[in-house]
């Protein structure tokens, strides 16, 4: 093997191991563990390592102020009767109220209260798939009926505006 060849395998093998370190460096920082509060509240394995906890927002001391982005509640879940308090700092989403089910991420500090910098809320309802018997049904179940009338403008039977005829409902019309 030549000198250059030799040196080339070298500066590779260095390359693709920095790679590979910094890709697992990546993973691990960014890996963090998903608990129910339940489990989370029973170990103390946890404490003071970045978690992501799920559970239910308490209606008893919840305390928002969005314009100051901060929120401040009680979580617990269906399987234990203790209660985790939380601190989050950030945008607080809409569908953040009593009950609602949460995602909150960050780490218990020195006072025990949790002190969470990303906060998700879930709505399992609002995207479960509906029965095929209703889908297309406006909420009271009427059929929701739309089309194009002789003009060439949008309708609804659920009163949506009218809307502009496209340019490919033009070119039909004119035909």
């Known amino acids: 093997m030549t000198h250059i060849r030799v040196k080339l395998l070298v500066g590779s093998l260095i390359l693709i191991g920095a790679v590979v370190y910094l890709a697992v460096a990546?993973?691990?920082?960014?890996?963090?563990?998903?608990?129910?509060?339940?489990?989370?509240l029973a170990s103390e394995d946890y404490r003071g390592t970045r978690v992501r906890l799920a559970g239910d927002v308490l209606a008893e001391n919840l305390d928002t102020q969005p314009g100051m982005l901060l929120a401040r509640?009680?979580?617990?879940?269906?399987?234990?009767?203790?209660?985790?308090a939380v601190a989050y700092h950030g945008p607080i989403p809409d569908m953040f109220k009593p009950g609602a089910q949460v995602v909150i991420e960050g780490r218990e500090d020195a006072d025990g209260v949790f002190q969470a910098d990303v906060l998700m809320t879930k709505c399992a309802s609002k995207y479960e798939e509906k029965p095929a018997e209703h889908a297309g049904a406006t909420e009271d179940g009427v059929p929701a009926i739309r089309g194009v009338d002789d003009a060439g403008?949008?309708?609804?039977?659920?009163?949506?505006?009218?809307?502009?005829?496209?340019?490919?409902?033009?070119?039909?019309?004119?035909r």
């Open 153 to 174: 403008y949008g309708f609804s039977s659920v009163g949506d505006a009218a809307s502009p005829p496209s340019p490919l409902h033009q070119k039909e019309k004119n």
């Open 73 to 84: 509640f009680a979580m617990s879940d269906d399987q234990t009767d203790k209660v985790l």
């Open 26 to 40: 990546g993973v691990k920082k960014g890996w963090v563990y998903y608990l129910p509060v339940h489990e989370y």
